[in-house]
């Protein structure tokens, strides 16, 4: 942090104005008998803060900071007209980041990992960072850079056409949300009409969310398996006829360990630990509806459709070792554990679907 003398002295300077105007304002309330404690508690905060705006160079707290009087415990003594003096001993409040900084991926990071330890939720590290990520947690890489937002959110870069209530709107916030976050910077005595924004400005939308794409398999069901023709060239062609499931599920994998568990806005799977080369088991019988490569990140993928309203999907295998139209039967071995497609180690990434809506797999297997 850079530190100079000067800046110091004019910190002290403000702090002892401060000061000079808190004790004005204690001589005021002195007299004011209807005022809550709690509401003197908030102003003396808004006093502080205003002090702590005004700091961004603070060099050595312990000098500068302000002890204010506990006023609460104090209000019979202040009601009979002793004044207690200010002591130079407490803690100035910290301002909360509101600027986006940079974050650059280690090796064993991940989205979520991430996401916790600047306290955000794993959908705003994809949010502010789409253009890297795609909204595909899987391309992470060690060594890119991120964008870690200043509070849960969405990040978003103005275009010329873009109007402030259509942005709010996209985002499901009020444009005073977008307009009023100090991160943003305008001019707070402008209208929402009155502010201009200039294309290419990043914006911070507090609050903001909008749906991340799934670049997981469709739904493939026995009866349209074609449609999956967009998702790679391991897609099925016919209409299969088949095993039917039994309506209950076993572990894909001889190792129950996850890696990485269900979240239902950013990664609608499990994934489950295990060595290049493990068997993958079926999780029930069913008909093969893709088999091959995806285009979309999952590597070799298998996805069988259980006939039954369930579907599972395979992802990152190292080998593909049934056909479309094939019959499988639940614990049977279909393929090989890998690490192909955009995945940072060998593990199984394992999908449910029931009736078209992608379901916690760990509810479901035994
Ligand atoms: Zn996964």
Known sequence: MPSSSSSSVKITTLVVNGLAITSVFFAGVLGWEKLQGNDLDLNLAATATAITT??????????ISVELPPIAANWSQRAIGIMRTALMDTDIPSRPRVDVVTYTVEQGDSVFSIADNHGLKPETVLWGNFEILEDNPQ????GQSLNILPINGTYYEWTESDTIDQVAAFFKVEPKTILEYSGNRFDLTLSAEEVEIESGTWLIVPGGSRPIKDWGPPAITRSN???????????CGAIYEGAIGTYTSVWPTPSHTLTQLYDPVVHR???ISGAEGNA????????????????????????IDHGTGWQTAYAHL??????????VYQGTRIGALGNTGNSSGPHLHFEMVFNGAKVNPLNFVQ
Do not use: E, R
Request: aromatic share 14%; hydrophobic share 40%; with cysteine.
């Open 54 to 63: 005004a700091t961004p160079t603070v060099q050595n707290q312990s000098q």
């Open 139 to 142: 391309f992470l890489k060690t």
């Open 225 to 235: 398996p074609a449609s999956a023709a967009f998702y790679g060239p391991g897609h």
């Open 269 to 271: 799977a499990i994934d």
């Open 280 to 303: 993958i088991f079926a999780s029930d019988n069913g008909v093969v509806v893709y088999a091959g490569w995806s285009n979309w990140g999952y590597g070799y993928l298998i996805v």
């Open 318 to 327: 190292s080998a593909v070792g049934v056909t479309c139209g094939q019959s």
